[in-house]
C-alpha cells in the first residue's frame, strides 16, 4: 500500500471509528467524499478503492449502512465551490476531504457538518483548525507532516555519534 493510500485510509477510517465502537448494528449514514483529483486520475480511483476497502473492514457496507456521494475538482476555484455546493445538497452527515482547496470549498459551502480532511500540508497555517491539540470548529484530520518534529529530529541526529548520522543518510536518504 502507498503511503497516500494509507493517509487516505487513516482519514477515512476516523470517520467510521467512533461508531464502531458500539456493539450495536451500524446506523446508516450519508458521507460525501471530495477528492482533489479528475475522476479519471489514477490515485483518484486508487483513493475511491482505499476508502471503500477501509470501510468494508470496519463492517461498513457501500449502498447499505452507508451512502457515498463522490465529488471530484481539479483546476478552478469554481469547480472547487461548484463540487462542495453539490456535496452539501446530499446532505451528509460527514464530509471527507482530500487536499487543501477541498477544504477551502467545503468550509465556505458549510460551518455545520463535520469535516475531516487528508493530505493537507499545514491545517492551522490554512486556518483550518484553531491549534493543533484543539480543532475548534466543525474541521479535523490527518495532516502530511508535523514540522515542528523537524527540530527535535534534528536535535536528536545531533547527538548520536557520526557513523550512525552516515549510515542514516546514505540507506534512508541517499546521500
Not at 27 to 46: L, Y
Not at 75 to 95: H, M, N, Y
Request: no cysteine.
Amino acid at each position: 500500500m502507498r503511503r497516500r493510500e494509507f493517509i487516505t485510509l487513516l482519514g477515512n477510517a476516523s470517520v467510521a471509528w467512533p461508531l464502531m465502537a458500539r456493539a450495536e448494528p451500524l446506523p446508516d449514514r450519508r458521507v460525501g467524499a471530495f477528492i482533489n483529483r479528475t475522476a479519471r486520475d489514477q490515485e483518484a480511483t486508487d483513493r475511491v478503492r482505499a476508502f471503500g476497502q477501509g470501510l468494508a473492514e470496519l463492517g461498513w457496507t457501500i449502498g447499505g449502512n452507508v451512502q457515498i456521494e463522490y465529488r471530484f475538482a481539479s483546476g478552478s476555484t469554481d469547480a472547487f465551490r461548484q463540487a462542495a455546493s453539490e456535496l452539501i445538497d446530499f446532505k451528509p452527515d460527514v464530509l471527507l476531504a482530500s487536499g487543501t482547496q477541498s477544504v477551502v470549498a467545503l468550509q465556505a459551502a458549510s460551518h455545520s457538518i463535520p469535516i475531516v480532511f487528508t493530505s493537507v500540508s499545514d491545517p492551522l497555517g490554512a486556518g483550518f483548525v484553531d491549534s493543533i491539540a484543539k480543532r475548534g470548529g466543525n474541521t479535523t484530520g490527518f495532516m502530511l507532516a508535523e514540522y515542528s518534529f523537524n527540530a527535535k529530529l534534528l536535535e536528536l541526529l545531533r547527538q548520536l555519534p557520526r557513523s550512525i548520522v552516515d549510515l542514516l543518510l546514505t540507506d534512508l536518504i541517499g546521500f
